[in-house]
């Protein structure tokens, strides 16, 4: 059965760091677009990053930028998310998600696939 699964979220200080792993079983991550959202209570989910298949430069929704880099790791059928310089308002549940399309931007266009989401808090 093909799945996502989170991993990596925790409690860290403000300015702390978190590494932040979306594994993919049943498929292959790389011929995929994956992207990485989060969502806080009583908020509307927000695109953090995205990847397009093929591409090697993700893309980063302005809140991030500076602070958070995306990798893939092929041969593990992985990707990460490192989040540097974490704020407050960076906690949230975050979520991968992964479609054949190109990202737009920040975010997947439709999502195949959807992960049960990592719980990320960060202390002022």
């Known amino acids: 059965q093909a799945q996502l699964v989170e991993s990596g979220g925790g409690f860290v200080h403000s300015g702390g760091s978190l590494r932040l792993s979306c594994a993919a079983s049943?498929?292959?991550?790389?011929?995929?677009?994956i992207g990485w959202y989060r969502q806080a209570p009583g908020k509307e989910r927000e695109g953090v990053s995205c990847i397009s298949n093929g591409d090697v430069t993700a893309a980063f929704a302005d809140y991030v930028k500076g602070r958070f880099t995306f990798s893939r790791d092929n041969a593990k059928n992985t990707v990460y998310l490192q989040m540097n310089s974490l704020k407050p308002e960076d906690t949230a549940v975050y979520y991968c998600?992964?479609?054949?399309?190109?990202?737009?931007?920040?975010?997947?266009?439709?999502?195949?696939?959807w992960g049960q989401g990592t719980q990320v808090t960060v202390s002022s």
């Open positions: 998600a992964a479609h054949l399309l190109p990202c737009d931007g920040p975010r997947l266009v439709k999502y195949r696939y």
């Open positions: 049943g498929f292959t991550l790389g011929a995929y677009s």
